[in-house]
């Protein structure tokens, strides 16, 4: 049971952290400075799943939908600067911590995390167990290490192509992210 539990969790854990998204989009494009740099990003948004893991775990999934409009269209803008940076070719941060702090506020603000947060975590929590959460955690750091360094090692002489597919996937979600936080408001 426990290795079921586990292996479960390793596979929500790559779910959370695989898709493509605006996180991701910007560990690719900090992973062509240097593996280090786009890890840094990855775990400052593990950073922030184990701040929503606490907060699911504490509240039993409860979320005001006042904070959560203004989740919404901060996350949204805070986006669409971030795109905007990447076209310019100037991320906000030059240094590993301050990776670390981008992928952190990307995935406070990131509505997609935290609705899958107060989705499938709060089942996670409900319904398996401890190895889940375990096995959970073990999947982010898995993709933290696997992935900037599959970008770092093969994207060399696609630089350009990344930064156009980033700039693009986070134009993208920050212009759902705005359209669903004006849906909201606008009730």
Known sequence: MFL????????????????????????????LKSRLHGMGVGFGAMTADLTFFFIVYITNGIISPVILKIIYVAGGAFMLYLGFSIMRSRMPSK????????????????PFQIIWWFTAGFFLLKELSIFSVTGLFSGIVIWIFAFP???????????????????AIIF???IYILYAGTLLIIK
Do not use: Q
């Open 4 to 31: 079921y539990s586990y292996a479960l969790g390793i596979i929500l854990g790559l779910s959370l952290a695989g898709p493509p998204g605006s996180v991701n989009s910007i560990i690719a494009n900090e992973s």
């Open 95 to 110: 240094t590993r911590k301050g990776n670390y702090f981008l992928g952190l506020t990307m995935g406070l603000t990131n």
């Open 149 to 167: 360094y599959m970008v770092w090692r093969f994207g060399t002489g696609y630089e350009k192509y990344i930064k156009i597919a980033s700039a």
């Open 172 to 174: 993208g979600f920050a």
